[in-house]
């Protein structure tokens, strides 16, 4: 699903209007980013938990040529469902 299709989607059917909407969803992203870059971790009762995990530095292989390729250490977002999403889909 595509933002403008999330927006649409939620605004429909909260019956606000689509900017009030996305203005919610873009206040959402910037202060799950700010919260994670600065605590490490980001949790929404019932949904999951965003986490902020550095990347060793290490050697892959360039899946096209076979080629060895060397990654720098780098920080990535992770998420871990909570247990009620994980029985949703169970």
Same mark, same amino acid.
């Given at each position: 699903?595509? =933002? &403008?299709?999330?927006?649409? %989607?939620?605004?429909?059917? *909260?019956?606000?209007?689509?900017?009030?909407?996305? !203005?919610?969803?873009?206040?959402?992203?910037?202060?799950?980013? =700010? &919260?994670?870059?600065?605590? %490490?971790?980001?949790?929404? *009762?019932?949904?999951?938990?965003?986490?902020?995990? !550095?990347?060793?530095?290490?050697?892959?292989?360039?899946?096209?040529?076979?080629?060895?390729?060397?990654?720098?250490?780098?920080?990535?977002?992770?998420?871990?469902?909570?247990?009620?999403?994980?029985?949703?889909?169970?």
């Amino acid at each position: 699903m595509k =933002k &403008t299709e999330l927006v649409a %989607k939620l605004a429909e059917d *909260s019956e606000i209007s689509q900017a009030a909407t996305k !203005k919610v969803i873009d206040g959402l992203v910037t202060t799950i980013l =700010k &919260t994670v870059k600065k605590e %490490k971790r980001f949790a929404v *009762s019932g949904l999951g938990v965003f986490h902020l995990v !550095k990347r060793a530095k290490r050697t892959c292989r360039n899946p096209q040529t076979g080629e060895p390729v060397k990654v720098k250490a780098h920080y990535a977002l992770t998420f871990k469902p909570s247990k009620s999403v994980k029985q949703d889909f169970a």
